[in-house]
């Protein structure tokens, strides 16, 4: 048993009781292959940097779990099946996941592109 | 005239000498941290040498695979940012 960590982009017009479905799905895809769910976060929707399936956005959501490599595979696959699923991530934790260690809050990073982006223009003038 | 050359090298990207990561451990490398990671980048996109950056290898090594791993899950742009509007 490994622990992974999952992000998967959903596409933006998913929302209310779609993206809800469709959240609960992939939780039920991994639970039913004993999969032990230690944290799941929505990141809310975010701007892309580039084009992702002709998207500019894309609702992230980041899924840690501890399983087998089989059932990574199949998860794997079934998110590669999904039309709503603009693009996946699949990484191996090693040294297992510390819960205490939260990651940074999505909105922060937008502004702080924001900011520079308006550096770029005035260095540009 | 050498030495001038190499401070102005050096000044360029107004790097402490030495580094950070081994300076501090508390410092994490993650590649969903991209507020940390947007330092190792220069203002194209691109990764920033370790001559400039002032990384050691291993650190290095740990911030290009970050740097590349967010850009995959396009928490960053793989060349300057695109201009939407």
Not at chain 1, 90 to 118: F, N, P, Q, R
Not at chain 2, 19 to 47: N, Q, W
Request: neutral net charge; hydrophobic residues 35%.
């Amino acid at each position: 048993m490994r622990t992974y960590e999952t992000i998967f982009i959903i596409r933006p017009q998913i929302v209310g009781d779609e993206y809800t479905a469709l959240l609960g799905k992939f939780k039920q895809i991994l639970a039913d292959q004993q999969a032990e769910i230690l944290r799941c976060q929505e990141w809310g929707t975010k701007r892309l940097p580039n084009l992702v399936k002709k998207q500019d956005q894309g609702i992230f959501v980041l899924i840690n779990f501890v399983a087998a490599n089989t059932v990574v595979k199949e998860f794997e696959r079934r998110l590669r099946l999904d039309d709503a699923i603009l693009q996946f991530q699949t990484v191996l934790l090693e040294h297992g996941l510390d819960l205490s260690a939260s990651t940074e809050s999505t909105d922060a990073d937008e502004d702080d592109s924001d900011d520079e982006d308006s550096d770029e223009d005035e260095e540009q003038e | 005239m050498a030495f001038d050359k190499k401070s102005v090298a050096r000044r360029r990207f107004g790097r402490r000498k030495g580094c950070r990561f081994c300076a501090d451990s508390d410092l994490k490398i993650d590649y969903k941290d991209v507020r940390t990671l947007k330092y190792f980048v220069s203002e194209r996109g691109k990764i920033v040498p370790r001559r400039i950056s002032g990384n050691c290898a291993i650190h290095q090594r740990k911030i290009t695979e970050a740097i590349k791993r967010a850009r995959n899950i396009a928490l960053m742009s793989f060349t300057s940012k695109r201009t939407i509007e």
